[in-house]
Nanobody, 117 residues
Framework: QVMLEESGGGLVQAGGSLKLSCATS????????VDWFRQAPGKQRELVAT???????TYADSVKGRFTITRDSAQSTVSLQMSSLKPEDTAVYYC???????????WGQGTQVTVSS
């Protein structure tokens, strides 16, 4: 059974930093791509960053230069280092994996990030 669990959210002032972590289990981490999504109230869920098992990384334009996604193969975790945070970064952040075998989507429970002015 695939399980994803986010941690590290909290309240931070604008300009500050937070590091989110996604712990994974039940998948072959070395062959699995993992993504970070976020959803703010009243807005669509959006893809923030992707870390593929090939080393390919991609970022939403709104976070490029401020966020960094990193894989830790030893711990089967994917982190999202967030710097220079803005109030518009406020959202629930979700870890996501799509199985290439079954096509099923797996989501963590989400972690709240709130950035105050």
């Amino acid at each position: 059974q695939v399980m994803l669990e986010e941690s590290g959210g909290g309240l931070v002032q604008a300009g500050g930093s937070l590091k989110l972590s996604c712990a994974t289990s039940g998948l072959i981490f070395s062959l699995s791509s993992v993504d970070w999504f976020r959803q703010a109230p009243g807005k669509q869920r959006e893809l923030v960053a992707t870390a593929s098992f090939t080393g390919y990384k991609t970022y939403a334009d709104s976070v490029k230069g401020r966020f960094t996604i990193t894989r830790d193969s030893a711990q089967s975790t994917v982190s999202l280092q967030m710097s220079s945070l803005k109030p518009e970064d406020t959202a629930v952040y979700y870890c996501h994996h799509r199985s290439a075998l079954s096509g099923l989507d797996y989501w963590g429970q989400g972690t709240q990030v709130t950035v105050s002015s």
